[in-house]
């Protein structure tokens, strides 16, 4: 008995350890892979969710009629700001030595630099915000209109399709023309 026990439990310990090895393979392409998936993720998340937060702050701006609204987009607005973009600077720099970049290479300098100049522009419309300057927001409805519609239409998860590259970097053009000529 305690030969076949002995045996059993041999066997068994045996088909563990076969198990366990060819699962535990980590390839260098394996690593890649997961790294691209993991960054392509976060990446296009935290891209979606600033151009719809900027998206929701624009509304609230063109639409502003008193101290308690203004209250809130400070409020809106603070929170934003304050919304760290470490990740995007993260993967800027690990999407340089990728063989495959998340953003086509055409449409990468825009987008970062588009990232960039979101905050930019939010900070000048938060010091608007904070003087309670309602005329001044009323004044520049088309703009906040103008850049929540080309907002919208770059808020997508196809930036590296051959196909829509120069459709989507005229648009980012036209955001950064809008937000870089702001008051």
Known sequence: MNKMAFSFIFIFSMFLVSCTNNQSVITSSSCESDLYSISHDIFYYRYSAEL????????????VSNDTEIAYLKGRIDGFLKNDTYEFSVIQRAEKNSKHPIV???????????????????????????NKNISNLKERKQEFTELIRLSKSINVHDLDEKDNVRIYSDLIDKMLKIMKEAK
């Open 52 to 63: 719809f937060e900027l998206s929701e702050i624009l509304d609230l701006s063109s639409s």
């Open 104 to 130: 086509h290479p055409m449409l990468q300098s825009k987008i970062y630099n588009l990232l960039n100049d979101i905050v930019n522009y939010t900070s000048k419309l938060q010091s608007v915000v904070q």
